[in-house]
């Protein structure tokens, strides 16, 4: 079993910043991917930013030039910081892992989400 801990979110106003953190635990055999999708009210879920454990990262291209993004992969967490948010940007943000678990096990992780609320 995996457990995904999201830590941040809440109330941010308009231009402030997002500081979301997710820490993975449990019986974690080597975690390839992790980062964060983001789910906005009538929306399908849609890719932030992830970050492999060789430091490659993928951005949405909304995001790009506010966000930075980064993983200890020996403690297994990422966190992730975006710069001038917008109201649009209001949404429920998941955390997301994939990679090798239990017997080996190649799959994906969520988290439960954590509400983000844009506004003044």
């Known amino acids: 079993q995996v457990q995904l801990v999201e830590s941040g979110g809440g109330l941010v106003q308009p231009g402030g910043s997002l500081r979301l953190s997710c820490a993975a635990s449990g019986s974690i055999f080597s975690i390839y991917v992790m980062g964060w999708y983001r789910q906005a009210p009538g929306k399908q879920r849609e890719l932030v930013a992830t970050v492999t454990s060789g430091g490659n990262t993928n951005y949405a291209d909304s995001v790009k030039d506010r966000l930075t993004i980064s993983r200890d992969n020996a403690k297994n967490t990422v966190n992730m910081q975006v710069n001038s948010l917008e109201p649009g940007e209001t949404a429920v943000y998941y955390c997301?892992?994939?990679?090798?678990?239990?017997?080996?096990?190649?799959?994906?992780?969520w988290g439960q989400g954590t509400q983000v609320a844009v506004s003044s």
């Open positions: 997301y892992t994939y990679g090798r678990y239990g017997s080996s096990t190649l799959r994906a992780y």
